[in-house]
């Protein structure tokens, strides 16, 4: 605990000395930030979720047939951000129905979520092989290379949109590496569409997603021993349609300091000035196909909702 403690206090004094504040998403998943992210999942504004819930369940068997198609006798399947896996059980049942010889291999950082996700597909999928990897992505990726040759690899959910242009690419090109020609890749991807359906998504009517952006000040408090006054702090969200960025920011509503009891240290704030705390990027078919290739891919096969709304899209290592 000391080392993940010292890892957040060193993100936030790098973050609230910059300019502008910035803070990583990667933060909000405590314990009452991964509940409050259940509850965003079942909002009526937020698509995502049940978007690619519906195309797993129309086009599973043909998803699964494309990341097998080049496999041998065995194969992993490696899901990045496993979580509580709902979605991946879907394409798990194809998997053991059609009978190839596969271990599910699920990465997560946190122990408690993968402890709950072991426990649940040994009950409900018990003759499915599970190695499950508790690491960060950089680590996973890393045992990835000394892996068996025939692999598949997920990253659902459009938590590639987390990413900026830079870092987006430098992360798939670092997915690419490990990969042999038969391997493959499933990635999500939230498509844009009409902008005020984006807005909504992270701006909900009852607020859950203000109380997930608020609670990230909860945790410093508790954690770091911070002061923040959430009543002088609110949730603000823009869409940018042009270059497809959802941004996040908590707003400081009044001229304040917060004192960091872990840091030592005591950071101003201006009314109205921001911290940003998230992005999440809406792409278009094009841009995809665009980003697969600069990152050394190519699109194997694209499997959206009716609405377009969303896309599975499953990739490859450019043919030699």
């Given at each position: 605990m000391v080392n993940v403690l010292t890892e957040l206090a060193q993100h936030v004094a790098d973050g609230l000395r910059r300019s502008p504040k910035a803070l990583s998403s990667m933060y909000f998943y405590d314990d009452v930030g991964s509940r409050l992210f259940q509850q965003i999942m079942e909002l009526p504004e937020y698509y995502p979720t049940r978007t690619e819930f519906a195309i797993f369940r129309e086009y599973g068997a043909a998803i699964a047939a494309a990341l097998r198609a080049e496999a041998?006798?065995?194969?992993?399947?490696?899901?990045?951000?496993?979580?509580?896996?709902?979605?991946?059980?879907?394409?798990?049942?194809?998997?053991?129905?059609?009978?190839?010889?596969?271990?599910?291999?699920?990465?997560?950082?946190?122990?408690?979520?993968?402890?709950?996700?072991?426990?649940?597909?040994?009950?409900?999928?018990?003759?499915?092989?599970?190695?499950?990897?508790?690491?960060?992505?950089?680590?996973?990726?890393?045992?990835?290379?000394?892996?068996?040759?025939?692999?598949?690899?997920?990253?659902?959910?459009?938590?590639?949109?987390?990413?900026?242009?830079?870092?987006?690419?430098?992360?798939?090109?670092q997915l690419a590496a490990p990969l042999t020609p038969a391997d493959r890749l499933l990635i999500g991807f939230d498509l844009q569409k009409d902008p005020r359906r984006i807005r909504a998504a992270y701006d909900d009517a009852q607020g859950v997603t203000a109380a997930f952006n608020l609670n990230l000040l909860t945790r410093l408090n508790r954690e770091l021993g911070a002061d923040f006054d959430l009543a002088h702090w609110q949730h603000y969200t823009d869409?940018?349609?042009?270059?497809?960025?959802?941004?996040?920011?908590?707003?400081?509503?009044?001229?304040?300091?917060?004192?960091?009891?872990?840091?030592?240290?005591?950071?101003?704030?201006?009314?109205?000035?921001?911290?940003?705390?998230?992005?999440?990027?809406?792409?278009?078919?094009?841009?995809?196909?665009?980003?697969?290739?600069?990152?050394?891919?190519?699109?194997?096969?694209?499997?959206?909702?009716?609405?377009?709304?969303?896309?599975?899209?499953?990739?490859?290592?450019?043919?030699?």
């Amino acid at each position: 605990m000391v080392n993940v403690l010292t890892e957040l206090a060193q993100h936030v004094a790098d973050g609230l000395r910059r300019s502008p504040k910035a803070l990583s998403s990667m933060y909000f998943y405590d314990d009452v930030g991964s509940r409050l992210f259940q509850q965003i999942m079942e909002l009526p504004e937020y698509y995502p979720t049940r978007t690619e819930f519906a195309i797993f369940r129309e086009y599973g068997a043909a998803i699964a047939a494309a990341l097998r198609a080049e496999a041998g006798e065995g194969f992993t399947l490696v899901e990045l951000g496993a979580g509580d896996g709902a979605k991946t059980k879907l394409l798990l049942r194809e998997l053991l129905a059609s009978g190839p010889d596969f271990t599910y291999a699920p990465v997560d950082i946190s122990a408690g979520a993968m402890t709950g996700l072991v426990a649940a597909l040994q009950q409900e999928l018990p003759a499915l092989r599970v190695a499950p990897v508790v690491e960060a992505y950089g680590p996973a990726l890393e045992q990835l290379r000394a892996g068996p040759d025939s692999k598949a690899v997920l990253f659902l959910g459009s938590n590639i949109g987390n990413f900026g242009p830079a870092e987006r690419l430098d992360f798939l090109r670092q997915l690419a590496a490990p990969l042999t020609p038969a391997d493959r890749l499933l990635i999500g991807f939230d498509l844009q569409k009409d902008p005020r359906r984006i807005r909504a998504a992270y701006d909900d009517a009852q607020g859950v997603t203000a109380a997930f952006n608020l609670n990230l000040l909860t945790r410093l408090n508790r954690e770091l021993g911070a002061d923040f006054d959430l009543a002088h702090w609110q949730h603000y969200t823009d869409y940018n349609p042009v270059n497809g960025a959802v941004r996040s920011f908590l707003v400081s509503t009044r001229a304040q300091q917060v004192h960091i009891a872990a840091l030592e240290e005591t950071f101003d704030f201006a009314a109205w000035e921001v911290i940003h705390t998230e992005n999440s990027y809406k792409f278009t078919l094009p841009q995809i196909e665009a980003l697969a290739t600069e990152a050394g891919l190519r699109v194997v096969a694209t499997f959206t909702d009716a609405a377009t709304d969303f896309a599975d899209v499953v990739l490859a290592t450019q043919e030699q």
